[in-house]
């Protein structure tokens, strides 16, 4: 697909959440992701991280998820997915999101945050789940840190199966697994 187009199918997404949220109930939306290991729920929280739950909400209603694989699995550290083709092609993204690591949430076990590349404000689909309580990730005068918006409610034994593949360096990327773990379909539910 032309990255003009995935843009404007995400940004579309987005324009549609924020218009939704600004109409919502209270509840807080839940997204359920099937894996090729099994199903992991996560509750997103939009009052402490708005931007960025409707970016993950974006991708998620324009399918971007469907049929990538997590490509960076560490033992008891996280387990990341949300940008790459099983061929290890990375997907194109819409523009970055602002971090927002103010919010108090900190990168505990069973948390979901944003990756980012090496600047604060770089943060497009990639996800990470946190496997222990990662306080290095959180955000500290040393560190943006990185921002939390969601939390597995359901499934964290499917992610701690994750965590346990066996991994090699692929190319320039290490911590791949050996054998692709797939992230099949991600959709909010109703």
Request: hydrophobic share 40%; net charge positive.
């Amino acid at each position: 697909m032309a990255r003009w187009l995935m843009r404007r199918r995400i940004l579309a997404g987005v324009v549609a959440v924020v218009a939704a949220s600004a109409q919502s109930d209270g509840n807080r939306p839940v997204v359920a992701m099937e894996t090729s290991m099994g199903d992991v729920r996560i509750e997103l929280y939009p009052e402490s991280a708005p931007r960025t739950v409707a970016n993950f909400l974006a991708y998620v209603n324009s399918g971007f998820f469907d049929d990538t694989v997590f490509h960076r699995v560490i033992e008891n550290f996280v387990v990341q997915g949300g940008g790459f083709t099983p061929e290890m092609q990375l997907k194109p993204t819409a523009k970055p999101v602002r971090a927002e690591t103010k919010n108090s949430l900190a990168n505990e076990r069973g948390t979901v945050a944003m990756a980012r590349d090496l600047g604060r404000d770089t943060a497009t689909s990639q996800f990470f789940f946190n496997l222990k309580d990662n306080e290095a990730l959180d955000r500290d005068a040393r560190s943006f840190g990185y921002t939390v918006f969601g939390r597995v409610i359901e499934g964290m034994d499917v992610v701690d199966r994750i965590s346990r593949v066996q991994t090699s360096r692929r190319g320039r990327m290490e911590d791949v697994p050996i054998l692709p773990v797939f992230l099949d379909r991600a959709r909010v539910e109703p």
